[in-house]
Protein backbone atom coordinates (compact mmCIF):
# COMPACT_ATOMS: atom_id res chain seq x y z
CA UNK A 1 0.00 0.00 0.00
CA UNK A 2 1.22 3.28 -0.78
CA UNK A 3 0.91 6.09 1.08
CA UNK A 4 2.22 9.91 0.87
CA UNK A 5 2.07 11.75 4.24
CA UNK A 6 2.18 15.56 4.85
CA UNK A 7 3.46 17.52 7.39
CA UNK A 8 4.74 21.24 8.42
CA UNK A 9 1.32 22.89 7.98
CA UNK A 10 -0.17 25.62 10.78
CA UNK A 11 -1.68 29.02 11.26
CA UNK A 12 0.92 31.59 10.71
CA UNK A 13 0.82 35.36 10.10
CA UNK A 14 0.98 37.33 6.92
CA UNK A 15 4.15 37.14 5.93
CA UNK A 16 5.32 34.47 8.02
CA UNK A 17 6.88 30.80 6.92
CA UNK A 18 5.64 27.32 6.90
CA UNK A 19 7.66 24.60 5.24
CA UNK A 20 5.56 21.53 4.32
CA UNK A 21 7.09 17.84 4.03
CA UNK A 22 5.66 14.94 1.58
CA UNK A 23 7.16 11.64 2.42
CA UNK A 24 6.22 8.47 -0.17
CA UNK A 25 6.29 5.05 1.14
CA UNK A 26 4.98 1.39 0.25
CA UNK A 27 6.83 -0.15 -2.35
CA UNK A 28 8.05 2.93 -4.42
CA UNK A 29 9.88 1.65 -7.55
CA UNK A 30 10.28 4.52 -8.86
CA UNK A 31 8.87 8.38 -8.00
CA UNK A 32 8.70 10.38 -12.07
CA UNK A 33 6.92 13.58 -10.57
CA UNK A 34 5.95 15.10 -7.21
CA UNK A 35 4.20 18.41 -6.96
CA UNK A 36 1.99 20.61 -4.27
CA UNK A 37 -1.31 21.62 -4.85
CA UNK A 38 -3.76 22.99 -2.67
CA UNK A 39 -7.73 24.11 -2.68
CA UNK A 40 -9.06 26.50 -0.97
CA UNK A 41 -12.47 26.25 0.43
CA UNK A 42 -15.69 26.78 -2.33
CA UNK A 43 -12.52 26.35 -4.91
CA UNK A 44 -11.32 24.27 -7.28
CA UNK A 45 -7.63 22.37 -6.79
CA UNK A 46 -4.79 23.96 -8.54
CA UNK A 47 -1.22 22.83 -8.74
CA UNK A 48 1.43 24.96 -6.74
CA UNK A 49 4.72 23.65 -7.67
CA UNK A 50 6.23 20.81 -9.05
CA UNK A 51 9.51 19.06 -9.65
CA UNK A 52 10.51 16.13 -11.83
CA UNK A 53 12.58 13.86 -11.25
CA UNK A 54 15.51 15.27 -12.79
CA UNK A 55 15.03 18.45 -10.89
CA UNK A 56 12.87 20.63 -13.07
CA UNK A 57 10.64 23.08 -11.54
CA UNK A 58 7.22 24.80 -12.26
CA UNK A 59 5.30 27.59 -10.00
CA UNK A 60 2.32 29.09 -10.51
CA UNK A 61 2.73 32.70 -10.95
CA UNK A 62 1.10 33.79 -7.77
CA UNK A 63 4.20 32.29 -5.29
CA UNK A 64 7.03 32.89 -7.81
CA UNK A 65 9.73 34.57 -5.75
CA UNK A 66 7.89 33.32 -2.28
CA UNK A 67 7.72 29.48 -2.46
CA UNK A 68 10.47 26.87 -2.99
CA UNK A 69 10.06 23.13 -3.81
CA UNK A 70 12.82 20.42 -3.44
CA UNK A 71 12.84 16.75 -3.22
CA UNK A 72 15.27 14.35 -1.93
CA UNK A 73 15.05 11.08 -4.73
CA UNK A 74 16.60 8.99 -2.25
CA UNK A 75 14.13 9.84 0.78
CA UNK A 76 11.40 9.95 -1.68
CA UNK A 77 10.25 13.05 -0.24
CA UNK A 78 9.06 16.39 -1.27
CA UNK A 79 9.43 19.80 0.57
CA UNK A 80 7.69 23.10 -0.21
CA UNK A 81 9.12 26.53 1.93
CA UNK A 82 6.70 29.05 1.81
CA UNK A 83 7.99 32.22 2.87
CA UNK A 84 5.85 36.08 2.77
CA UNK A 85 2.67 34.39 3.18
CA UNK A 86 -0.28 35.90 2.66
CA UNK A 87 -4.30 35.36 3.12
CA UNK A 88 -4.71 34.45 -0.26
CA UNK A 89 -2.50 31.29 0.45
CA UNK A 90 -4.93 29.73 3.05
CA UNK A 91 -5.62 26.35 1.72
CA UNK A 92 -5.28 22.59 1.99
CA UNK A 93 -2.35 21.60 0.57
CA UNK A 94 -2.08 18.62 -1.08
CA UNK A 95 1.50 16.70 -1.67
CA UNK A 96 1.17 14.41 -5.41
CA UNK A 97 2.84 11.87 -7.25
CA UNK A 98 3.56 10.34 -10.40
CA UNK A 99 4.69 6.97 -9.20
CA UNK A 100 5.67 3.41 -9.69
CA UNK A 101 5.31 0.36 -7.87
CA UNK A 102 6.63 -3.04 -6.82
CA UNK A 103 3.93 -4.52 -4.59
CA UNK A 104 3.88 -8.62 -4.08
CA UNK A 105 5.35 -8.60 -7.84
CA UNK A 106 2.80 -6.84 -9.53
CA UNK A 107 4.41 -3.42 -11.15
CA UNK A 108 1.75 -0.47 -11.27
CA UNK A 109 1.63 3.19 -12.41
CA UNK A 110 0.24 5.73 -10.45
CA UNK A 111 0.55 8.63 -12.08
CA UNK A 112 -1.37 10.76 -9.79
CA UNK A 113 -1.12 9.62 -6.38
CA UNK A 114 -2.28 12.01 -3.74
CA UNK A 115 -2.00 12.69 0.23
CA UNK A 116 -4.54 13.42 2.51
CA UNK A 117 -3.53 17.00 2.98
CA UNK A 118 -2.36 19.71 5.32
CA UNK A 119 -3.79 22.75 6.38
CA UNK A 120 -2.26 26.11 6.01
CA UNK A 121 -3.76 29.02 7.48
CA UNK A 122 -2.38 32.84 7.30
CA UNK A 123 -4.24 35.56 8.88
CA UNK A 124 -3.89 39.36 8.05
Known amino acids: QVHLVESGGGSVQSGGSLRLSCVAS????????MGWYRQAPGKQRDMVAT???????VYTDSVKGRFTIARDSAKNTVSLQMNSLKPEDTAVYYC??????????????????WGQGTQVTVSS
Open 96 to 113: NADLETWINGWYSREPNY
Open 51 to 57: ITDGGTT
Open 26 to 33: GGIFRINS
